[in-house]
Structure formats: C-alpha cells, structure tokens
C-alpha cells in the first residue's frame, strides 16, 4: 500500500507546530498503524531526518501509552481497538491519513504525537487505591463477592489509562477515566471503606487538572478501545451524591 501521510509535527511544548507531509511506501496491509510509522520514522533518519516522536510499550493493547487521533477519530477508524492493535488492512491503498496527538487542556503537547498525560496519574494518585490488608491470595479468596459485583469491577478494570475518552471529549472530560476507577474499587469490599473519601477527592483532583464536565455527548464511550460505558459516569455521580449527603 502506497499512503500519503499529514503528520503533526511539533518540536516541543512552546512550538506552535504544523502538519507535515510524508510519503508512506510499500507498507504490509498485515503490519499495525505504529509499525508503518515505524517505517517512515526508518526512512526519516535515512535521509538524517528527525523521526516522528509517538508513544508506544506493549503494543498488544494492555497498556495505554499509544494513542493517536487519526482522520479526527482517537485511536482511528476501528471501534474497540488502540492504535497499536490498528492493521493497515483497514485503510485502502493511495489512502490520505491525518495523524495528530490528543487534543486536550489537561494534556499538553510535549513533541509531535507525545502528550503529557500525568494529569491521569495525578487522579489516581488522589484515591486510586485501597489501604485495606488484603493478605495473601487464600485471604482473598475468604471475601466471597457476589458475581453482578466482581463482574461490575471486573468491567470497570478494563480501563487502560489511554485518554482517549479525554481526547474525543469536546469539553475534554474525564469523568469515563474517573468513573471507571472509583466504580471498580467501590464494587468490591475491600474499597467500600474508603469509597466517599474517594470519590471527592479524584474528582476534586479531576476538576483541579483543567478537565471539562461531561456534556454527555458520549463520545467518550464511542472512542473507548475497551468498551467502558456511561453507566460508570451514573455510578460516579451517585457514589458523589451519597459521599456529599454524608
Ligand atoms: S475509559 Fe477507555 S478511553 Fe478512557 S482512559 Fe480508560 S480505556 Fe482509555
Ligand atoms: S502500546 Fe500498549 S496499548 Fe498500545
């Protein structure tokens, strides 16, 4: 596949930045979206140019550190899935692509498709843990939990820390991110003692760190590889409502 390529290029933070064009040339339809930009980055510093910065770890889809908005989607055409695990079989030959960072307040550019997504971390830090002894895994075990509540948590853990719910966002919220978090943890024992402390405080973080409110457009859920739904945005709001009446 031959594909014409209009990358954001931006040398750091306090560089305006631009769209640049880049010819992508015999690319596999097997190879995955990062891997082509792989090969432009080869032919890049073949000519002793600078390659395109982007994130990337696993590649499998488990971790999060990739994302990328291409053609104005986060993550591109294919619902449910990262970037990494995106195939070049899902664009067609002589295709033009636009590929950009996420665009969002709480995460500035750091080079080209890199933003600094530590705004997330930060919501985490404010209550995405539990300090009960959890003991061993024969302890654990001893805390039988009812199926619909481990099969709650379960779902809510499948968040992956990406941002791309911030990134498709028009206010730039994070409440999926937010709620997927304090919905996993106040579905199980070990994190109801904790549970309204919680809340108020990632979503006091969330709000510190320059995210919009959710305007229910959901496009969040839409733009979400692994599947997170709104349900989890009701969650939180209830979990802040009861926490606030305390
Ligand atoms: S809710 Fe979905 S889109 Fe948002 S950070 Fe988690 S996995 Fe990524
Ligand atoms: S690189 Fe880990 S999810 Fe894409």
New binding site residues.
């Given amino acids: 596949m031959n594909l014409t390529l209009y990358v954001w290029r931006q040398k750091g933070p306090q560089d305006a930045g631009r769209l640049v064009r880049y010819d992508a040339q015999d690319i596999s339809p097997d190879m995955s979206f990062?891997e082509m930009l792989d090969v432009v980055n080869q032919e890049l510093i073949g000519r002793n140019e600078e390659p395109i910065a982007f994130?990337?770890?696993?590649?499998?889809?488990?971790?999060?550190?990739?994302?990328q908005v291409v053609n104005g989607v986060p993550h591109g055409p294919r619902e449910r899935t990262?970037?990494?695990?995106l195939h070049m079989r899902n664009f067609k030959d002589g295709d033009t692509l636009y590929i950009e960072p996420w665009r969002a307040r709480a995460f500035p550019v750091i080079k080209d498709l890199v933003v600094d997504r530590g705004s997330l971390d930060r919501i985490i830090q404010a209550g995405g843990y539990i300090s009960a002894h959890t003991g061993g895994v024969p302890d654990g075990n001893a805390v039988l939990i009812p199926k619909d509540e481990a099969d709650t948590a379960m779902d809510a853990a499948e968040c992956?820390g990406?941002g791309a719910c911030v990134a498709a966002c028009p206010n730039g919220s994070a409440m999926l991110f937010t709620s997927a978090k304090v919905a996993h943890l106040a579905a199980l024992p070990q994190g109801r003692a904790e549970a309204a402390r919680r809340v108020c405080m990632m979503t006091e973080e969330m709000l510190g760190q320059g995210f919009g409110n959710c305007s229910n457009h959901y496009a969040c859920e839409a733009a979400c590889?692994k599947g997170i739904s709104v349900r989890f945005i009701a969650k939180l709001n209830r979990e802040f409502l009861k926490a606030s009446l305390r």
Avoid at 55 to 67: K, L, V
């Fill in positions: 990062l994130d990337s770890d696993c590649r499998e889809g488990i971790c999060g550190t990739c994302g990262t970037t990494c695990q992956i990406c590889p």
